[in-house]
């Protein structure tokens, strides 16, 4: 068996994005607002994590993929500012929705975000030229 290269790593990555965009999607058809978000931000953070990936950067936390995606990737226009804003405000709902007792999300909503986890997701494969 083969070493796999940088582009086998990153391109796993963005599958594991897609299949957790799936995920996202029969949670949502499902009315399970609250998995769907945390599947929606998770597609975002395994796409986020090949991005930063993809210049030998490493982080141990969510917020440490925060920053450097902004840093490197929305500081730099790589990324445009609505998609960054957006994955700022999924992993805050993430958060919000798996640890708030209270937390109970629109379905109306996080089918809209739904939308642009998949741009956010798109983005960074062309970023990546997969």
Same mark, same amino acid.
């Given at each position: 068996? +083969?070493? &796999?290269? $940088?582009?086998? @790593?990153?391109? #796993?990555?963005?599958?594991?994005a897609r299949?957790? @965009? +799936?995920?996202?999607?029969?949670?949502?058809?499902? %009315?399970?607002? =609250?998995?769907?978000? %945390?599947?929606?931000?998770?597609?975002?953070?395994?796409?986020? +994590?090949?991005? #930063?990936? +993809?210049?030998?950067?490493?982080?141990?936390? !969510?917020?440490?993929v925060?920053? $450097?995606?902004?840093? !490197?990737f929305?500081?730099?226009?790589?990324? &445009?500012? =609505?998609?960054?804003?957006?994955? %700022?405000?999924? @992993?805050?709902?993430r958060?919000?929705t798996?640890?708030?007792?209270?937390?109970?999300?629109? *379905?109306?909503?996080?089918?809209?975000?739904?939308?642009?986890? %998949?741009q956010?997701?798109?983005?960074?494969?062309?970023? *990546? =030229?997969?």
């Amino acid at each position: 068996m +083969s070493t &796999p290269t $940088k582009e086998d @790593l990153l391109r #796993l990555k963005i599958i594991k994005a897609r299949r957790t @965009l +799936s995920e996202a999607e029969k949670m949502i058809e499902f %009315n399970f607002a =609250n998995a769907g978000v %945390n599947r929606l931000y998770y597609a975002c953070f395994y796409a986020a +994590s090949a991005l #930063l990936f +993809s210049k030998d950067i490493f982080t141990k936390t !969510h917020s440490g993929v925060k920053q $450097k995606l902004g840093l !490197h990737f929305i500081n730099t226009g790589l990324i &445009p500012g =609505n998609l960054g804003q957006f994955y %700022n405000d999924i @992993l805050r709902l993430r958060v919000h929705t798996d640890y708030d007792d209270i937390a109970d999300p629109q *379905l109306n909503l996080v089918k809209e975000l739904a939308i642009l986890a %998949n741009q956010f997701v798109d983005k960074a494969q062309v970023i *990546l =030229n997969l």
